[in-house]
């Protein structure tokens, strides 16, 4: 799987939106991107994830660049409760075995303030 | 509900002393897995299953047995636990096919061995 980059933390003031970026050069053409957070110690989340195109749901809005060597997470009015560490991922498209490990990074430290 | 249960949520044991941590999934999902997570070093796989009675092992295997007789239970095995093996837990799930799979964790089992 790509390695990841993510800047290690972030503060972003409530009701405000929160842009947490990730690059990923070493991307393949059959790999996803997929964006997890972990609210201190509780079992990872998922949020999002997308091959080419920009996804949305209801909890963020994933920005992927035409190349695919970067993305961003965009959490559109952040609250208290998004303060979080988020892991951007990069994990294969095929199916099996251990192409469905996720391998974390360090993640990227999100703290909303009131 | 949709989720994956652990129990117990947490565990104070001895060294040598067996311990077996249970995950449990309601979502009839083919494959699951094991991580643990340490300050430093993330998230990393202990052991997955694939389906019933498939199993293998995942990076950080030595110490741990799994198990999966039924498709919704997944659990853990300490033979002869460590102070090495004090970590917290996450088990997880996800319904199969490519990639493009979404993993479900639990909410963590946190062991300390003594």
């Known amino acids: 799987d790509a390695k990841t980059t993510q800047p290690p933390s972030m503060d972003c003031a409530e009701g405000r939106a929160a842009n947490l970026p990730c690059n990923h050069s070493?991307?393949?053409?059959?790999?996803?991107v997929y964006w997890y957070r972990q609210i201190h110690s509780q079992g990872p989340q998922y949020i999002i994830h997308?091959?080419?195109n920009n996804e949305t749901n209801e909890m963020a809005s994933l920005i992927i660049t035409e190349d695919r060597k970067s993305s961003t997470l965009i959490l559109p009015h952040a609250t208290l409760r998004d303060t979080a560490v988020y892991y951007c991922?990069?994990?294969?498209?095929?199916?099996?075995?251990?192409?469905?490990?996720?391998?974390f990074g360090k993640g990227t430290l999100l703290t909303v303030n009131p | 509900e949709a989720q994956v249960t652990q129990n117990p949520r947490y565990l104070i044991t001895v060294t040598g002393k067996k311990l077996t941590v249970t995950c449990s999934q309601n979502?009839?999902?083919?494959?699951m897995s094991w991580y643990r997570q340490d300050p430093g070093l993330g998230l990393r796989q202990i052991y997955y299953?694939?389906?019933?009675?498939?199993?293998d092992k995942g990076d950080v295997p030595e110490g741990y047995k799994v198990s999966r007789k039924e498709k919704r239970n997944f659990p853990l095995i300490l033979e002869s636990p460590s102070p090495n093996q004090t970590s917290l837990y996450f088990c997880?799930?996800?319904?199969?096919?490519?990639?493009?799979?979404?993993?479900?964790f639990g909410p963590g089992t946190r062991l300390t061995v003594l």
């Open positions: 997880a799930s996800s319904f199969s096919g490519g990639g493009s799979d979404t993993q479900y």
């Open positions: 070493t991307i393949s053409g059959n790999e996803y």
């Open positions: 997308g091959l080419k």
């Open positions: 991922i990069v994990r294969v498209a095929e199916w099996g075995g251990s192409n469905y490990k996720l391998t």
């Open positions: 979502m009839n999902h083919e494959y």
């Open positions: 299953s694939m389906n019933v009675e498939v199993t």
